[in-house]
């Protein structure tokens, strides 16, 4: 059992950045691919961005591609997304998330596909 707790959210202003993280428990942690994803007030969950299980292959959305960085850091059991230049569109409830499976891609960007879930990080972008 993957236990995840991601933080570093919080109420920003327009254009500024943000890194959000996402420590786990499970010291497997190195061998899943994991991602990222949000979730804003009356839509549903979407995928944000994923990271393979080495950090070798990133994996963005189109609406995250140029704003978002996917990393981790397996020797801390640490993911992280990064977010430049944040607008009042990226304000969401983020949450990361890992896979049943050990050494997935990490492209994988149906909701479905992912079995363990943090209880998710308030971003709030203010204009």
């Known amino acids: 059992q993957v236990q995840l707790v991601e933080y570093g959210g919080g109420l920003v202003q327009a254009g500024d950045s943000l890194r959000l993280s996402c420590a786990a428990s499970e010291r497997t942690f190195s061998r899943y691919a994991m991602g990222w994803f949000r979730q804003a007030p009356g839509k549903e969950r979407e995928f944000v961005a994923g990271?393979?299980?080495?950090?070798?292959?990133?994996y963005y959305a189109d609406s995250a591609k140029g704003r978002f960085t996917i990393s981790r850091d397996n020797a801390k059991n640490t993911m992280y997304l990064q977010i430049n230049s944040l607008t009042p569109e990226d304000t969401a409830v983020y949450y990361c998330a890992a896979p049943r499976n050990l050494f997935t891609s990490g492209s994988n960007s149906n909701p479905n596909a992912y079995e363990y879930w943090g209880q998710g990080t308030q971003v709030t972008v203010s204009s």
């Open positions: 990271i393979s299980w080495s950090g070798g292959s990133t």
